[in-house]
Nanobody, 127 residues
Framework: QVQLVESGGGSVEAGKSLRLTCAASGLRYSTYCMGWFRQAPGKEREGVAV????????AYADSVKGRFSISQDNAKNTLYLQMDSLKPEDTAMYYC????????????????????RGQGTQVIVSS
């Protein structure tokens, strides 16, 4: 059974940084798309970033390009999201999600539709 556990959220001032961590277990195959999406109160879910496990290729939402960076530690089955230059509009619950894929068709925009997701970690950015 796939399990994803997020951590690293918190409350920071605008301009500061946070690093989110997603620890994955139970993955049967080493070929998958894994990423982050977020949801703020009263807003639609937004895919933020995604990474293709086999090649390490990445994709980002326009709203976070140049500020967020997704990476992985394959040995630890861990995914990270480094968030720099945070803005109040980045305030949301952040979720890690994964689905198996045998080709690099990963798109940041649909991460929230992936089969497996964690419980989320809250990020609050104050102005």
């Amino acid at each position: 059974q796939v399990q994803l556990v997020e951590s690293g959220g918190g409350s920071v001032e605008a301009g500061k940084s946070l690093r989110l961590t997603c620890a994955a277990s139970g993955l049967r195959y080493s070929t998958y798309c894994m990423g982050w999406f977020r949801q703020a109160p009263g807003k639609e879910r937004e895919g933020v970033a995604v990474l293709y496990r086999r090649t390490g290729s990445t994709a980002y939402a326009d709203s976070v390009k140049g500020r967020f960076s997704i990476s992985q530690d394959n040995a630890k089955n861990t995914l990270y999201l480094q968030m720099d230059s945070l803005k109040p509009e980045d305030t949301a619950m952040y979720y890690c999600a994964v689905h198996y894929s045998f080709d690099d068709s990963c798109r940041a925009g649909n991460v929230f539709d992936y089969n497996y997701r964690g419980q989320g970690t809250q990020v609050i950015v104050s102005s």
